[in-house]
């Protein structure tokens, strides 16, 4: 472990020159929305080094919300600042990454949006063999299947931009299908809320499919324990009545 904060520490007084990414992120402030390069939803958990200004050394098990070969999006929990460098570890693929922090956004929640860039493009850094990739989306497919909901449940959802009421469609362990006519785009960030028996469930998603006049696929990412005990509870009452997709 001290070899990974020594490394950072390295790199980090090197004063290597920086070209600044303005690919992964849909922020608008300073041309945020210019890409270097295309980016691609993806999920996955990495570890990320860092050390806070009292040089006291952090670590994070952090979300991808977008990836690219110049850096990635994010959602830490841990306060940072435009500028300063983290070590990225993916277990996955076996490889490690020094990236530097170009954008942060809060959220109406405990997380922030993240952007990092990459000294140098490193796609490989988010590949995985075919093999593997094909094992963990059977897996995922295996593991998260939706059950249709027969009665009306309404949900809540907003971003920066609008709050709406949808009705929702499915839902799943891993996320939910809501109906809406105008989605956010895929990647996008959301907030949710709907109600269940005994009560709430509410947290922050990620869009995985976007369909015009029909409605968006969203994946949790993040979700408290009680939250998480209600929509088990729902799912367990509706796995005895309501078919599976």
Known sequence: MSKIFEALRTVGSSGAPQTRMVALCEGRANGWDRRRSSRRAFDVIIRAYGRRP????FYEEVRTI?????????????????????????????KQQICRIVYTRSRNTERVEVAVEFPAPHGEFWTCPPARDQELRFAENRRFRRIILSNGTLLIWKNSKQRVISWLDSVSPGGLFVNAPDPPSEGDIIDLCFKVPGGYVRGPGIVRHSHKG????????IM??????????????LLTSSPKT
């Open 224 to 237: 408290n324990q009680e939250a998480r005990a209600h929509l088990g509870h729902l799912l367990d009452e």
């Open 54 to 57: 009292s040089e006291e050394p």
């Open 214 to 221: 029909k409605g968006m696929g969203v994946q949790f990412t």
């Open 66 to 94: 977008n990836v690219g070969i110049h850096g990635a999006l994010l959602l830490m929990a841990m306060p940072v600042e435009n500028g300063q460098k983290l070590l990225l570890i993916n277990e996955v693929t076996q």
